[in-house]
């Protein structure tokens, strides 16, 4: 047990389709992150959010929405997917922004049809 | 460019001793963060380095040399259960992690 938890742990949808991905954190810390994992690929930070904010957005297709509704929530919001963005999907959070030690949450994998 | 190199496998045996290396080439370097994942699980913290020298906990010692921007991660009496991967990470000037591709590490009885 982790601490933060994601839901769904597999889904599958179409390119037209409008999905969205949760994460809780249990472990009261500030910061949150939503990582892509490709196999055989290094992990992709895709944002981050400290203290509610977003504080950065590497270069994400707009078809990738996030929303921090409080410091222990994250939503990944997906709409008019393409089949390369199939991947497992991992949220993180550390104490603060700074902190060394990010905790994981199991992903979800998705499947792009 | 942030680049970090680490090979994609490493054959042990159990009980053996296993040596797995990340160099980086990146300016505003912090210091390098190693994790495990296993199959189907989430990465796991298993060590930082910000300064040169060796960190050990358990079984298990990161290593870091800043002038040669390199780190490795050393794993003693190994075990099955140690069959995982494993990712070094650096942190760069904005905190954020900037990772490997992984080390698919394969113990055999």
């Known amino acids: 047990e982790t601490g933060v938890t994601q839901t769904p742990r597999h889904l599958v949808m179409g390119m037209t389709n409008k999905k969205s991905l949760k994460c809780e954190q249990h472990?009261?810390?500030?910061?949150m992150y939503w990582y892509k994992q490709s196999a055989k690929k290094p992990l992709e930070l895709m944002f981050v959010?400290?203290?509610?904010?977003?504080?950065e957005n590497n270069s994400v297709p707009s078809r990738f929405s996030p929303e921090c509704p409080n410091s222990s929530h994250l939503f990944l919001h997906l709409h008019t997917l393409q089949p390369e963005d199939s991947a497992l999907y991992l949220c993180?959070?550390?104490?603060?922004?700074?902190?060394?030690?990010?905790?994981f949450g199991p992903g979800t994998r998705l499947t792009v049809l | 460019g942030q680049s970090l190199e680490q090979p994609s496998e490493v054959t042990a045996v159990e009980g053996a001793i296993v040596q797995i290396n990340c160099t980086y080439q990146?300016?505003?370097?912090?210091?390098l963060s190693w994790y495990q994942q296993h199959d189907g699980g989430a990465p796991t913290f298993l060590s930082y380095?910000?300064l040169d020298g060796l960190e050990e906990t358990g079984r298990f010692s990161s290593f870091l040399s800043r002038s040669d921007s390199y780190g490795y991660l050393l794993l003693q009496e190994l075990q099955m259960k140690d069959s995982a991967s494993y990712f070094c990470?650096?942190?760069?000037?904005?905190?954020?992690?900037?990772w490997g591709a992984g080390t698919k590490l394969i113990i055999k009885p």
């Open positions: 472990l009261g810390h500030n910061a």
């Open positions: 380095n910000a």
């Open positions: 990470a650096e942190r760069d000037s904005n905190y954020q992690l900037i």
């Open positions: 993180a959070s550390s104490r603060t922004k700074q902190g060394n030690e990010q905790f």
């Open positions: 959010y400290s203290l509610e904010e977003r504080v």
């Open positions: 990146t300016s505003g370097f912090y210091g």
